[in-house]
């Protein structure tokens, strides 16, 4: 172990890349190694809730570049 404190001395940046996993038509992200389909509104509140329990201090690309509707939230 290198003795790190997360939130401290390290943090992690995730790139979410959420226009591979939306689908437009369903108006769905899938996550399929998880077998997990999210409205956008609960892939919004699953992202929160991974900064809520980890030192997450950056999300790229956190919702489709074409899901305007969830953007404005």
């Given at each position: 172990?290198a003795?790190?404190?997360?939130?401290?001395?390290?943090?992690i940046?995730?790139?979410?890349?959420?226009?591979?996993?939306?689908?437009?038509?369903?108006?769905?992200?899938?996550l399929?190694?998880d077998?997990?389909e999210?409205s956008p509104d609960e892939?919004?509140n699953?992202?929160v809730g991974w900064c809520?329990?980890?030192?997450?201090?950056?999300?790229?690309?956190?919702?489709?570049?074409t899901?305007?509707?969830a953007?404005?939230?």
């Amino acid at each position: 172990m290198a003795g790190y404190k997360p939130g401290e001395d390290i943090a992690i940046s995730l790139d979410v890349a959420a226009s591979d996993l939306y689908d437009e038509e369903a108006e769905v992200y899938r996550l399929p190694l998880d077998k997990a389909e999210y409205s956008p509104d609960e892939f919004i509140n699953l992202q929160v809730g991974w900064c809520g329990r980890h030192p997450i201090i950056s999300i790229e690309d956190p919702l489709a570049d074409t899901d305007w509707k969830a953007w404005g939230r």
